[in-house]
């Protein structure tokens, strides 16, 4: 499990936004920014398929970085909190995508079928799971840890950057003590709402990109 590249200290997350394996090449790369367009994305899944955000135009599409070996993380998907967002999320219609941005040979990274495995033994439920082992995806939305959430509308337009909840902890007995920022996100703005935090701290895991040259 790559135990020596292994970190649990909390990093704290700069805006960002979302984006699949591979972004339009030689496009420089900004912070996305809430209220504007999220960074289009074309990007691989487990299952070898392509994936774009152009192709959920009218759906709203949430992104999750990933790291199965990061107790953050952990946290949410032994309690089951993870699995019932995404589950709750796919009935409203909501394309859920998790991103894994983990360079090779580093904590969380995993194959494609080991990303399929996880998926089946974590009983998890998104739409697809990318593997962005460039850390392009990654570093587009500027996701600092795991877990890192986004929330695109139907527009295109990042309505939600930052943390699962409010508790930056690792205890499972926090999950129902905190204040839940994607649930509430996903519920305001299906409601026609507007979000009331649309930007907040990701806690968790450092993301292990790869350098760039």
Same mark, same amino acid.
């Given at each position: ?14 805006? %960002?936004?979302?984006? /699949?394996?591979?972004?339009? #090449? ?9 209220? @504007? ?5 074309? %990007?691989?899944?487990?299952? %070898? ?5 152009? *192709?959920? $135009? ?6 999750? +970085? ?11 998907? $032994? ?8 589950? *709750?999320?796919? &009935?409203? !219609?909501?394309? +859920? ?26 009983? /998890? ?14 570093? =587009?939305?500027? /996701? $600092? ?10 527009? %295109? ?5 930052? &943390? ?14 905190? =204040? #839940?920022? @994607? ?6 703005? =299906? ?10 701290? /990701?806690? !968790? ?9």
């Amino acid at each position: 499990m790559h135990s020596a590249l292994f970190t649990r200290r909390t990093s704290l997350l700069a805006l %960002g936004g979302a984006t /699949a394996s591979l972004v339009l #090449p030689g496009t420089a790369l900004a912070k996305p920014q809430v209220g @504007v367009s999220a960074p289009a994305f074309n %990007g691989t899944g487990s299952d %070898g398929k392509a994936y774009k955000l152009a *192709d959920y $135009r009218g759906k709203t599409v949430v992104l999750e +970085w990933t790291n199965h070996e990061c107790p953050y993380v952990g946290k949410h998907y $032994r309690s089951g909190n993870m699995q019932v967002l995404q589950k *709750d999320a796919a &009935g409203g !219609g909501v394309v +859920w995508l998790s991103v894994i941005s983990s360079m090779p040979d580093s904590q969380g990274y995993v194959s494609a079928a080991q990303a399929n495995d996880l998926t089946k033994a974590r009983n /998890a439920a998104p739409a697809a799971v990318l593997l962005d082992p460039d850390g392009v995806i990654g570093r =587009a939305y500027d /996701a $600092r840890v795991t877990p890192t959430m986004a929330i695109i509308d139907g527009k %295109g337009t990042l309505i939600y950057i930052g &943390g699962i909840d409010s508790i930056r902890s690792t205890d499972l007995a926090d999950v129902p003590k905190a =204040a #839940p920022y @994607v649930k509430d996100a996903l519920r305001r703005h =299906a409601a026609g709402q507007p979000i009331a935090h649309p930007v907040t701290q /990701a806690y !968790g895991c450092t993301i292990k990109y790869k350098p760039t040259a």
